[in-house]
């Protein structure tokens, strides 16, 4: 109801120039028909009317939707009223001034003004009542005095055609507020059924977060335990099996970050960051990676740089790697002989990278083309099968590159070849003045007093299987809370944090412990399923020294350890 009021309120002031405007020219027609000091008598009238309508609806579109005072509600009554009063009593005096145009002018003056009260009134009804009454009266009144006073019946043919027109404009009111209240209706409902989307985009979203979590933890058990496997005395059959348990371990994370990563820019929820980049060598890494493996299966495979290539540039690191990678890996999966070239283009001009891959693979047919950018695209579901992939790799590559401003695009001949071009945008940076040298791992880490927190069993187990063998003394804890009691009781020389832990989780026990006692100054190292940016920036607030993702790197585990007890981590060199 009050938002009806605020509406009204809006059309009324909106609306006032257009009927002072009326209300001057009727005034100066008027006169002109039949002169005397009553139009302009009139005319006064409605300046004033019009003035306290002003004030009246000016305090309830004050108001902004907010409730009006019943006070206020009878002001606004009192003031149509009125208002409607003055306004129709122009087609008194035509009326009772006589002569036929006049009459006619005066009774489609009234018409006009019921018009456009129950037009833009209709909403609320003790406010259309309040601005009809006086119109309607007026209009059945007038033929009908008029013609008893001059003994005229035929006046009364006037009255009966202003009940018709009156019953014409309540059927067209009734019938547009029936459609307006559909409208509303159907809008009420779509913002409802988008709210609903959003919500349960938003619980697809935090599901996959968290069984995305509950995989990665068992899948950082079966990645480490086959590290330490590859490791032991094994014979060649033993050696084959953990090959293919890693192997398949790499295409389940594969999977889970795509998917991951996939979600995530549907929500909206991915975040760039920006970074100097060795540019040659992120290009150049592509050709180690990736020539063995084309190579092996007699797929030629080359790299080249311009000279005029910047080395270092800004860009997020983590999505140009994944870019590249994706394109790299398609080609060397999708081609079986010839070669695989990997060309980059520097505009120095704009400032743009551009990398074409291009392939004598088995190319795209014509009709499939336009969709190999779309989400589950997969031309030929036996290739695939054969080669293992999920369709998104493209869709997340095209939206990355959308989201650092720049572009895919694909040129495709079926039996020829492909090639992937990627442009994108980036700025060039200084060589960094000294980069961080971490060392390998050594003895250092004989007789470190650590203390690990994790709420998972197998991750403790993980934990204790790759520092132990290296001398660590290891003292665990199964959340925040028993690590904040455990930090108040000694001193420790690392602190291993993992961040999502019932009872008290990673953040607030790490600020506990940095805040006061024997360990307010100890390193610690975060170990986290979530490489997210938001939890590296939370993490980084509360001062941790370094993040290990898990599945645990041993050597990044071994190296964080090391610079950390040294004093020498730093948050932008980790992995
Ligand atoms: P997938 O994980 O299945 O490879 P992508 O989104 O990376 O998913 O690729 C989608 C589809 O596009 C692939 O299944 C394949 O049919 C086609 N495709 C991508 N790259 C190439 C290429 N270099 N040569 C031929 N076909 C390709």
């Known amino acids: 109801m009050h938002a009806r009021y605020a509406r009204i309120a809006e059309a009324r002031q909106r609306e006032i120039k257009v009927r002072v405007g009326f209300a001057v020219f009727i005034a100066c027609t008027v006169w002109a028909l039949a002169p005397s000091k009553w139009p302009a008598i009139w005319l006064a009238l409605v300046f004033a009317g ?6 009246v609806f000016g305090a309830i579109r004050r108001l902004g939707g907010g409730t009006p005072s019943r006070g206020l509600r009878i002001a606004a009554c009192i003031s149509l009223f009125v208002n409607s009063v003055f306004y129709s009593a122009i087609a008194a005096y035509l009326w009772a001034d006589g002569g036929g145009s006049q ?3 005066g009774s489609i003056l009234i018409a006009g003004a019921l018009l456009h009260v129950t037009i833009h009134l209709y909403h609320e009804r003790e406010i259309l009542i309040s601005a009809a009454t006086p119109p309607v009266v007026y209009f059945l009144a007038l033929p009908v005095i008029h013609g008893y006073v001059l003994g005229q019946p ?3 043919l006037v009255a009966v055609g202003c009940v018709l027109y009156m019953t014409h404009l309540l059927v067209a009111v009734r019938q547009s507020s029936q459609t307006n209240r559909a409208i509303q209706i159907a809008n009420d409902r779509a913002q409802e059924e988008r709210r609903r989307a959003e919500v349960a985009s938003a619980a697809k979203s935090d599901f996959l977060a968290v069984v995305s979590h509950e995989i990665r933890t068992p899948m950082n058990a079966v990645v480490t335990s086959a590290n330490l496997l590859e490791r032991s005395q094994l014979d060649p059959a033993q050696k084959e099996h953990v090959v293919m348990l890693k192997d398949a371990s790499e295409v389940l994370i594969g999977l889970l970050n795509d998917v991951l990563d996939f979600s995530k820019i549907e929500a909206g929820k991915m975040e760039l960051e920006e970074a100097p980049v060795d540019l040659v060598d992120k290009l150049k890494a592509l050709e180690r990676m990736w020539a063995p493996k084309a190579q092996a299966a007699g797929v030629a495979f080359e790299v080249s740089l311009p000279d005029d290539l910047p080395r270092h540039v800004r860009t997020d690191p983590l999505r140009l790697q994944q870019i590249l990678f994706n394109l790299v890996s398609n080609a060397v999966k999708f081609t079986a002989t010839g070669r695989i070239e990997v060309r980059a283009r520097w505009n120095a001009a704009l400032g743009r990278l551009t990398v074409a891959v291009t392939d004598t693979g088995c190319g795209i047919p014509d009709d499939r083309l336009p969709y190999v950018f779309d989400v589950f695209e997969q031309v030929d579901a036996g290739v695939t099968r054969r080669h293992g992939g999920s369709g998104l790799g493209l869709a997340i590559t095209c939206k990355l590159a959308q989201l650092m401003g720049g572009s895919v695009s694909v040129e495709s001949r079926l039996g020829e ?7 994108l945008p980036m700025g060039i940076a200084a060589a960094p003045s000294a980069t961080l040298a971490v060392s390998a791992p050594s003895t250092f880490a004989h007789g470190l007093d650590i203390l690990a927190v994790d709420d998972h069993p197998v991750n403790r187990r993980i934990v204790a ?11 665990f804890a199964e959340n925040g809370q028993e690590a904040v009691e455990a930090a108040a009781l000694r001193r420790f020389d690392a602190i291993l944090m993992d961040m999502q832990m019932p009872v008290m989780d990673g953040l607030t026990a790490t600020r506990a412990i940095r805040s006061d006692g024997p360990n307010a100054g100890t390193p610690v190292i975060a170990l986290t399923a979530n490489a997210l940016e938001t939890h590296r920036a939370a993490w980084a607030t509360v001062g941790v020294d370094d993040f290990v993702t898990k599945p645990i ?3 990044r585990l071994a190296s964080a ?4 007890v040294r004093g020498e981590a730093a948050l932008a060199a980790t992995a």
């Not at 070849?417 to 442009?423: H, K, L």
């Not at 299987?465 to 003292?475: D, N």
């Not at 350890?561 to 950390?564: G, I, K, P, R």
């Open 465 to 475: 299987l790759l520092l132990e063998p290296m001398g660590c003394v290891l003292t």
């Open 50 to 55: 019009q003035s306290a309508d002003w004030i």
């Open 103 to 105: 009459m006619v002018f």
């Open 561 to 564: 350890l090391e610079a950390a």
């Open 553 to 555: 790197d041993p050597a």
């Open 154 to 156: 035929t006046d009364l």
């Open 417 to 423: 070849g492909s090639i992937f071009t990627v442009d």
